[in-house]
């Protein structure tokens, strides 16, 4: 999906490196699927790979915001039960196409700010009932954890793809 910046050494290459290893599970998992296909529900859940991919997508991009940010990159005071079913849904407009092209874009400034940014730097947590109350977490801890979600989503996107037509991203 992205190109590691040559430049990049040592622990931020082992970090995008990996986290563009589970981008490219991903990736893989939904190759050669039509629209109708990436929005077929395959499980009794309300999954489909369309709307993890969309969701992988826009969760790297909100913890990315973090990374950057903070806690004010995710102000979701304006989210409903509307906009949240949309998240995880393709809307008019959209393809698997488009959020695959959004998802590289949101990808680079992701691997951008995993070279630029101090991975010690840290802000503290969003306030959430899931989150420990006062604790912080680092530029280091952000890419981890979009790393974990990312290859936490990828299995389950495996699952979904095989109920589909039988292909496994791994093995």
């Given at each position: 999906?992205?190109?590691?910046?040559?430049?990049?050494?040592?622990?931020?290459a082992?970090l995008?490196?990996?986290l563009?290893?589970?981008?490219?599970?991903?990736?893989?998992?939904v190759?050669?699927?039509t629209?109708?296909q990436?929005?077929?529900?395959?499980?009794?859940?309300?999954?489909?790979?369309?709307?993890?991919?969309?969701h992988?997508?826009?969760t790297?991009?909100?913890?990315?915001?973090f990374?950057?940010?903070?806690?004010?990159?995710?102000?979701?005071?304006?989210?409903?039960?509307e906009?949240w079913?949309?998240?995880?849904?393709?809307?008019?407009?959209e393809?698997l196409?488009?959020?695959?092209?959004?998802?590289?874009?949101?990808?680079?400034?992701?691997?951008?700010?995993?070279?630029?940014?101090?991975?010690?730097?840290?802000?503290?947590?969003?306030?959430?009932?899931?989150?420990?109350?006062?604790?912080?977490w680092?530029?280091?801890?952000?890419?981890?954890?979009?790393?974990?979600?990312?290859?936490?989503h990828?299995?389950?996107?495996?699952?979904?793809?095989?109920?589909?037509?039988?292909?496994?991203?791994?093995g």
């Open positions: 999906m992205t190109s590691t910046p040559t430049t990049l050494t040592g622990e931020r082992d995008v490196q990996t563009d290893r589970h981008r490219g599970f991903f990736r893989h998992t190759r050669g699927l629209d109708e990436a929005t077929q529900r395959t499980t009794v859940s309300e999954l489909t790979l369309a709307g993890l991919l969309k992988v997508a826009h790297e991009q909100k913890w990315a915001d990374a950057e940010r903070g806690a004010p990159a995710f102000d979701v005071s304006n989210w409903g039960v906009a079913k949309a998240e995880w849904s393709l809307q008019p407009g393809t196409a488009s959020v695959l092209a959004e998802y590289e874009e949101i990808a680079r400034r992701t691997d951008e700010l995993a070279a630029t940014l101090d991975l010690d730097s840290a802000h503290p947590l969003p306030e959430a009932p899931w989150f420990q109350k006062g604790a912080s680092s530029v280091r801890r952000t890419l981890l954890h979009i790393i974990a979600e990312t290859a936490q990828a299995g389950h996107a495996d699952i979904l793809r095989e109920a589909i037509d039988g292909q496994k991203t791994m």
